[in-house]
C-alpha cells in the first residue's frame, strides 16, 4: 500500500510483498513509479512473513540506482527485517 502525502511528492510504504515494485510500474508507470520510489520517507513492515517484507530489496536497490540519487528512507520493521537485510547484503 502506497500512501501518498497530499500534494508534497512524499510518500510512505505499507508492507513491500514480492513484485510490489513491479505493481507499481504496472498500475502507475515507470516514470512514476521511480519519483515514487525516490520520494519514499518511510517503508513500514508490519511483520516477517514474506508476503509483506520480500519486494524490500528492489525498492532498496531500485532508489540506489536513480539518477541523483535519493534521500535516506526510515525503515521501520522488526529486529528480524534488519537482520535479513544485512544477511541479503552479504550474499
Known amino acids: ?4 502525502f497530499g500534494a508534497s511528492d512524499r510518500g510512505m510504504l505499507l508492507d513491500a510483498g514480492e513484485g510490489t515494485l ?3 510500474r504496472s498500475f502507475r ?6 519519483r515514487i520510489t525516490r520520494n519514499l ?11 509483506h517484507h520480500l519486494g524490500l530489496v528492489a525498492f532498496l536497490e531500485r532508489r540506489a ?5 535519493a534521500p535516506p528512507v526510515l525503515l521501520i520493521a522488526p529486529v528480524s527485517i534488519r537482520r ?3 544477511e541479503y547484503a552479504r550474499a
Do not use: F, M, R
Not at 540506482?65 to 540519487?69: E, I, N
Open 41 to 51: 520517507v518511510a517503508i513500514w513492515i508490519s511483520h516477517p512473513h514474506a508476503d
Open 1 to 4: 500500500i502506497y500512501l501518498e
Open 29 to 34: 508507470g515507470a516514470a512514476a513509479a521511480d
Open 22 to 24: 513491479g505493481c507499481l
Open 84 to 86: 535479513w537485510l544485512l
Open 65 to 69: 540506482t536513480l539518477d541523483g540519487g
